[in-house]
């Protein structure tokens, strides 16, 4: 039985990424979220969900940077997040962040129980089976790995996606191998990560798609990175924006024609 309030209060936890990069993310998710009949908030002091430090061992800004978010999320029916790897860090990782601290695992794993990836909570909680989103196009979907694996993320934005009008989807032959992102790693490993991200945009183009769609920012860009450095002409789209059906130029296009013109 569906247990979740009338009308639940949805804090939105925009994403550094989206916030600094892709604003139309946020205005997509909140849109996609109200039409759900949610009432949605996105709190003022939120910030970054504390991953980069983690994942750099750096444990106590990570533990800052989690008690914030803890407290600021704390007031809310559920947290939505439209990216895979963020809400992983908030119900995976803020948990183990407090090993050894009974307090602030308590208050963690509170979080993380009403923590969820944006298609998620709109196809399993909220029930949405209709969007308004129309796209004219061929997509092929790219799973992040933390979508994937930390947060059970599959079968729900290809369902949402099948709601879109006008919209084909082609499924890619390694849609759960990693793009080449994975935060820290393209750093440290750029030829390795290099090698991966062809591989990918690859077989983008093998498939026939003319748009490539994900949940993670961070894939999205260095997947439309690499597809504008090889001279493909492929789109990339947050997979919120196809769904709301807001109108926003490709990722990484703007950037790159506003280089082309001060060259």
Known sequence: MNTRPQNPSVGLFATCLVDLFRPSVGFAAAKLLEQAGCRVAVPRNQTCCGQPAYNAGDKGDAQRIARRVIATFRPFDYVVVPSGSCAGMIKIHYPEAFAGDARWVARAEAL???????????????????????????????????????????????????????????????????????????????????????????????????????????????IAGKLLRDGRTIRAYHVAEVLAGVEAAPIGRVTAEAEEATA
């Open 112 to 222: 993380a129980a009403k923590t969820f990836e944006l298609t998620s909570f709109l196809h399993d909680v909220m029930g949405v089976r209709d969007v308004p989103g129309r796209f004219d196009g061929i997509a092929a979907y790219h799973d992040s790995c933390s979508s994937l694996r930390e947060m059970g993320v599959r079968a729900q934005p290809r369902a949402l996606l099948g709601a879109v009008k006008g919209l084909g989807l082609r499924e890619l032959p390694g849609r759960d191998v990693c793009c080449g992102f994975g935060g820290t790693f393209c750093v440290k490993y750029p030829e390795i990560s290099n090698h991966m991200t062809a591989e990918k945009c690859r077989e983008i183009a093998e498939s026939g798609a003319d748009t490539v769609l994900a949940g993670d920012m961070g894939c999205l860009m260095n």
